[in-house]
């Protein structure tokens, strides 16, 4: 099908993949009963909501991109659809390319403070959007949330200590534990009618003397689990009642899909708070994660003392200018990019899940509830992890990430990243029928 400007007859669109067409226009535009002249003399009214086109396929090969430059290295071959890493292939969005291009019209890209909106319009974002009402004096800058994981665990840890994860998780998590010299403590998440689970039973078993942090992936990654008041709660009195520090990570807490709530962990009692520290970012939300822009936000004030001493003295508590530039146009402007990409998203799943469904039966996915990663189950393929990785990427052309990374419960499961064009999708699901249903 021709580009909607071709088939109103518009101008080309400098800004490309992203269509700036507002619905009135389109509604406007397509009316078979306005005559062509009227059309002509006719402009978009100001406040209209824009369409973007998460359609457009993006060559990413000679950008640097992850996704593309290691998949020799992980598949034994570059030809693979590379669904892993957890950025998207959609456009960064215009918004905040301009924000950047803005920027660099100054000749000079000097030593740079953020500017006096930056924290300001955090702070409302996650109001607005958490119903969070956050101090200035509790949130500063972080370059990336885990390198402010592993400043956590330095700065609020002892070599020896204990520190909890609940895998399968995001597997970074493992590595800023052994590699800062700590003890590495699994609580394995339940599965229970098809969803992750806290298994708070397991927790109390594993607490020890030796105990003082616990890592949270919230929202989950990789099962796209919302946790629930409920269970944060819960949570949150068992660590109060050991003097355990929680680090909660939120970076996908802007790509919660419809029907569900992120609640931020030091929001549900008074004893999360004191014991907290939760890491947000705009990077994953408008694929903007090179960028490198994070914030920390800490109510209690010895623990927020400890962990900026540690920035301070290791030099770590600066952004560079197009993070702050980048952040500031993706939170004034981003609402409603982010809730059509997030519809998009949703299509992804369901088609997903319904192709999986109907043509392969074997694989079951764990239906997120938020961000963009599908955890699948392929144990009724009948083959262990390593086979089944390689049988996804040699004979499906699939680069998907092995379950195992993510820890126990990872055994005969892959993730998949759907954030893409869903003709690309499409694709990666017929090779996939086809390897499968091989003779």
């Given at each position: ?20 067409i ?6 406007y ?62 456009r ?27 924290y300001?319009?955090v ?23 885990v390198?402010?994981?592993?400043f ?26 052994k ?6 403590v ?254």
């Amino acid at each position: 099908m021709p580009a909607l400007e071709n088939r109103l007859n518009l101008p080309p669109n400098p800004l490309r993949g992203i269509k700036k067409i507002t619905y009135e226009y389109f509604n406007y535009m397509t009316d078979t009963n306005i005559n062509l002249e009227d059309k002509a003399n006719f402009s978009s009214p100001l406040g209209a909501r824009d369409l973007y086109d998460f359609d457009e396929i993006i060559d990413r090969h000679n950008t640097g991109a992850v996704k593309i430059e290691r998949c020799k290295a992980l598949y034994g071959t570059d030809d693979v659809l590379p669904l892993w890493v957890a950025d998207m292939d959609f456009r960064t969005p215009d918004f905040i390319i301009e924000a950047i291009r803005e920027r660099c019209e100054h000749p000079i890209l000097g030593y740079s403070m953020p500017p006096k909106e930056f924290y300001p319009t955090v702070i409302e974002w996650i109001s607005e959007h958490h119903q969070w009402n956050i101090d200035r004096q509790w949130i500063g800058f972080l370059p990336g949330i885990v390198p402010g994981l592993s400043f956590s665990v330095q700065s609020l840890t002892s070599p020896g200590d204990e520190v909890i994860v609940q895998p399968p998780v995001y597997y970074p998590f493992f590595h800023v534990i052994k590699n800062n010299n700590r003890v590495l403590v699994n609580n394995p998440l339940k599965t229970v009618n098809g969803k992750f689970e806290m298994d708070f039973e397991d927790l109390e078993q594993k607490i020890t003397s030796k105990t003082k942090l616990f890592i949270l992936c919230s929202p989950h990654n990789p099962g796209g689990k919302v946790w629930n008041a409920e269970s944060l709660k819960r949570l949150a009195e068992i660590c109060s009642k050991h003097n355990i520090t929680v680090v909660s990570d939120e970076i996908h807490a802007d790509m919660v899909l419809e029907g569900y709530k992120h609640i931020p962990f030091a929001t549900v009692s008074e004893e999360a708070a004191k014991i907290s520290l939760t890491f947000m970012a705009p990077s994953k939300t408008f694929n903007m994660p090179g960028l490198i822009s994070s914030s920390y936000i800490i109510t209690n004030k010895e623990i927020r003392t400890k962990f900026v001493d540690f920035l301070e003295s290791s030099e770590l508590t600066g952004g560079n200018i197009f993070a702050y530039a980048a952040t500031v146009a993706a939170f004034e402007k981003g609402n409603d990019w982010r809730k059509q990409m997030l519809e998009y998203v949703q299509g992804n799943i369901d088609f997903v899940v319904d192709f999986l469904k109907t043509n392969i039966p074997q694989i079951t996915p764990m239906i997120p509830e938020a961000s963009f990663l599908v955890w699948l189950n392929c144990q009724e393929l009948g083959m262990e992890t390593d086979d089944l990785f390689d049988f996804f990427a040699q004979k499906a052309g699939l680069g998907l990430n092995k379950g195992t990374i993510f820890g126990p419960g990872g055994e005969y499961h892959l993730r998949l990243n759907v954030a893409c064009p869903r003709s690309i999708l499409q694709k990666a699901m017929k090779q996939l029928k086809d390897a499968v249903t091989a003779p």
